[in-house]
């Protein structure tokens, strides 16, 4: 038997999911240090792969899903995304609240402040302030329960004739978010970014991988916007008054910031390895809310489920060493 | 207060001060700062990674195919800088007070760590 057929054997001790990752790279390093060392290690080296291979089988949850490297910094990048969307909508929410979003007096908008998707934006932000600081439990806590409550508020909003409980509803007199495809592609994009986050483990791998010091660079960008966005709604309709109340509200919009925050996510992702492929994963489904506006709720599900299982396929195909070649370490 | 640090970690964390290292390369080195005291095992090596990494004490630098085989680069965090720090502080305190103490009795001069030293 040659040593790497032993040493195949050997690694089958280890999960699949494991071996796909890492048996090629062991092999490697267990050829090399045979051919150093004169023989093989024997007993003992085979002791402490078997045991560790058997340790991975009994912590790791047999039917669990492996998340690429790719996928799941797709998924850091779109819940960034996500929070600087939520940052906006609060803003302007709390803007209009606080009588500062330059709507005439007389319309009383501020009476009508409270966007009902609130619950859903701040668990957006916790989101992503917790990729931001490291705090990965939290993170993929709020990233499902965002996905939850989004996925309800769909159903609330789509029900015609029971009134379902919503936890975002404030006062008497609340602004009704109807369900419709554009609702769908966000809880889409959501329940997306959870998934594609994974567990704790793939989150903080993932964030590893973004080069530290520079990612700050995305919520900073969006904040910007933000800033801009804010003082150029307000003053639009000073200069424009209230004749131009679409051109201004698009003004108002999220473009601006999350244009700003795309910019600087993107120049993270090509310093990042998997980088590329999660671009890819993330401009495809940066389409989902686009398409939504031009189709029926059922076809931007079925779509946008298509592009996850799209961008699975593309990050497990980016992380798959090339095939192995017999030849020396 | 940290959990101490085992020794194969003190000795893959050393070996990554001073720059970023493969699997094999990490393996020799841990060799060589150990005088050849350690040999680690490959898989006590890779399971040590393993740990290390879901902790964000090592990360992976680089990934290349040499020879048709994927061969990762690893390289400490400053998270691991400052554990092997810790670590290191809580040896020499430790050092000291047994020094000090085998002195008091009488039975031990200064005490030496170069490999091979016979006392």
């Known amino acids: 038997m040659t040593a790497e057929r032993r040493y195949r054997l050997l690694l089958r001790a280890y999960p699949r999911s494991y071996r796909s990752q890492r048996a090629e790279e062991m092999l490697d390093v267990l050829l090399a240090t045979e051919d150093r060392r004169g023989t093989w290690s024997g007993v003992s080296e085979a002791v402490a792969l078997v045991r560790h291979g058997i340790a991975l089988r009994l912590h790791r949850p047999a039917a669990g899903l492996s998340i690429p490297a790719s996928t799941a910094l797709a998924g850091v990048a779109l819940l960034l995304m996500l929070a600087v969307l939520g940052a906006q909508q609060l803003t302007a929410s709390g803007l209009r609240g606080l009588g500062l979003d330059g709507y005439p007096e007389a319309w009383g908008t501020h009476d009508l402040w409270a966007d009902p998707r609130w619950p859903v934006q701040a668990l957006w932000m916790v989101t992503g302030l917790a990729l931001l600081l490291g705090r990965h439990r939290t993170a993929v806590a709020a990233a499902w329960a965002a996905a939850a409550l989004h996925s309800w508020h769909l159903v609330v909003v789509s029900a015609t004739t029971v009134d379902l409980p919503w936890p975002g509803n404030v006062g008497d007199s609340h602004w009704v978010a109807t369900g419709g495809a554009a609702q769908a592609g966000w809880v889409l994009l959501t329940v997306a970014g959870a998934a594609m986050l994974g567990g704790p483990a793939s989150a903080a791998r993932a964030r590893s991988t973004l080069p530290a010091r520079r990612w700050w660079r995305v919520p900073a960008a969006g904040l910007v916007g933000l800033a801009l966005t804010s003082v150029a709604a307000a003053s639009a309709y000073s200069l424009l008054g209230i004749g131009q109340v679409r051109l201004v509200e698009g003004v108002r919009g999220p473009v601006l910031p999350l244009v700003l925050a795309a910019a600087a996510l993107t120049t993270v992702l090509l310093r990042a390895a998997h980088g590329r492929s999660a671009l890819v994963t993330l401009g495809l489904l940066g389409t989902v809310p686009i398409a939504a506006r031009w189709s029926d709720p059922l076809g931007v599900i079925g779509g946008g489920v298509a592009l996850v299982v799209a961008g699975y396929a593309l990050g497990s195909r980016a992380r798959r060493p090339e095939p192995s070649t017999p030849g020396a370490p | ?119």
């Open chain 2, 1 to 119: 207060m940290n959990k101490p640090l085992q020794e194969p970690t003190v000795l893959i964390l050393t070996a990554l001060v001073d720059e970023p290292l493969h699997g094999y390369g990490l393996l020799a080195e841990v060799e060589r700062v150990s005088a050849g005291r350690v040999r680690l095992r490959v898989g006590t090596l890779y399971a040590a990674l393993d740990r290390l990494t879901s902790e964000g004490l090592v990360e992976v630098e680089s990934e290349e195919v040499v020879s048709g085989r994927l061969r990762r680069t690893y390289r400490i965090t400053s998270a691991g800088a400052g554990a092997l720090a810790v670590e290191v502080d809580r040896m020499a305190a430790l050092a000291r007070t047994a020094g000090a103490r085998l002195r008091g009795r009488g039975t031990a001069g200064t005490p030496t760590l170069a490999p091979g030293g016979a006392r």
